[in-house]
């Protein structure tokens, strides 16, 4: 058996781990406020645009620091200026609102950092490693970068498991999602719960953004990396952290499986438009995606 | 007999206008320690607004709310969770994807000390706190007679149990005041008799002191110890249910209805119920 196949599906692993990373973040806010936030590209371009142009004038330690701290910033700024006003409406009026969100972001992130192509250098290896040299017959390539990332975005999945799924805060968030007015009647303070979570979603928008701009230079085509995230979400379902991890190893995977396998027959270009096609299929038969919450609808 | 003690809970000439519509218009009233107060009136009376002026929802432009001693120009829905009051909706408010055993357990966030570092190891001391308050909610369920509906996912139940499953989760909060927005709407008769019993249960059991807004004055005459009536964002009456059933002002606003021929014919009176 040719064991080019295995190099294949874990390189599209690979990358299915930094899809995952993206819709992480989106995942996270819907649970909290039941929002999706269209913001989530934006605010991992913004993140990286932050840090890099930190690293200019300070050390990657301190950089880290002030970008994270410039991403609660905006939480705190979100949720005073954006949230609070619209406690109690409905949740498309939110989204409308992050659509809003994310070209304000755009436009700032790149009046204050600039709008050039930045290289984005943290010290992570980028060699190319050869595993396995042993156990199979010319090994397998793998890039050290992608595994790092991969590590990286363990780590973080399994932290923010734990935050949400064994606190108490976990409970308040999943009420706080459900219904503003009953979340509050029952003492849930609706705005540190908001902060919390954007917070935590401008955190992992941050690591998403290190680990893209990293790989393809802190630029505006990060915030397009979003994009990629939507299928990922169709296919893992909006509310569940282990199903954006899974919906985005699927997609990784599977476009690289079919770029090399199908591509000759198709002509090309399949990684392209493979997720969404493979959204579209699942959407027909189970719009709620793999983990997702069943949708209950009382007639 | 209960002991009807003190007044725990004072509105003072409390104003609230939305635009150029007056809601409430000084407003005064006390809750006593113990007692079920009603709070009847015609749709758009401003019952609702009442208990979302007392629980912090609406902020009043003027008059002040005095709870427990402390006397404030507005309460914050937060403060009033944690210092003892909870509520129910009219129309209800559970969270939908949530079982019933969830919704109830939401009740008992504030009275969860334990780090949330704790929390996630989920061990020793944090543990042993989930479990008792596992168990008081238990209790709870048994008392309302839900045991059979724990695991349901709330958003699958008849609009009867969601309204007990609400005010399971108001009571896991253990509250001093509950406040209780038309419990009995949409129930059939047999509905109404058990939620009726619950709530003269937890006034007696407990000692909780209730407000309630109700429409059925069947109900309303029978279980409360005080009626208030609101008319017009006004408080045109306030007594005992037999002084207030025979005020002449309270039946031109309201009981006309139900006392035969109307003095006063009230064209408020044939939109329906559901307001306040």
Known sequence: MDFFVVEVLIGGLLTGVLYALVALGFVLIFKASGVFNFAQGSMCLFAALALVRLMEVLPVALALLCAAAIMIGLAFAI????????????????FMATIGITFFLDGLGQSLFGSEVYTLDLGIPKNPLILFEGVIPGGILVNEFDLWAAVIAGLLVAVLAVFFQRTRIGRALRAVADDHQAAQSVGIPLRHIWVIVWSVAGLVALVAGIIWGSKLGVQFSIALVALKALPVLMLGGLTSVPGAIVGGLIVGAGEKLSEVFLGPFLGGGIENWFAYVLALLFLLVRPQGLFGERIIERV | ??????????????????????????????????????????????????????????????????????????????????????????????????????????????????????????????????????????????????????KTPVGRLPYGLQKRVELGRALAMEPELLLLDEPMAGMNVEEKEDMCRFILDVNDEFGTTIALIEHDMGVVMDISDRVVVLDYGRKIADGPPDEVRTSPEVIAAYLGEEAGPHPNPNPRAVEGRGGG
Request: hydrophobic share 45%; charged share 20%; net charge positive.
């Open chain 1, 79 to 94: 949720e005073r200026l954006v949230l609070r006003p619209l406690v109690n409406q409905a949740a498309i009026i939110l």
């Open chain 2, 1 to 150: 007999m209960k002991q009807i003690g003190e007044p725990i809970l004072t509105a003072d000439r409390v104003t609230l206008a939305f635009g150029g519509v007056t809601a409430l218009n000084e407003i005064s009233f006390a809750i006593r320690r113990h007692e079920i107060l009603a709070m009847i009136g015609p749709n758009g009376a401003g019952k609702t607004s009442m208990l979302n002026v007392i629980n912090g929802f609406y902020h009043p432009q003027a008059g002040t709310i005095t709870w427990k001693g402390a006397t404030r120009r507005r309460m914050r829905p937060y403060h009033a969770a944690a210092q003892g009051i909870a509520r129910t909706f009219q129309n209800v408010a559970l969270f939908k994807g949530m079982t019933t055993l969830d919704n109830i357990m939401t009740g008992r966030l504030l009275q969860m000390r334990r780090n949330f570092l704790w929390q996630a190891i989920h061990f020793g001391p944090a543990e042993e706190e989930e479990l008792a308050h596992r168990a008081r909610v238990e209790q709870i369920i048994d008392f309302l007679e839900i045991q059979a509906i724990r």
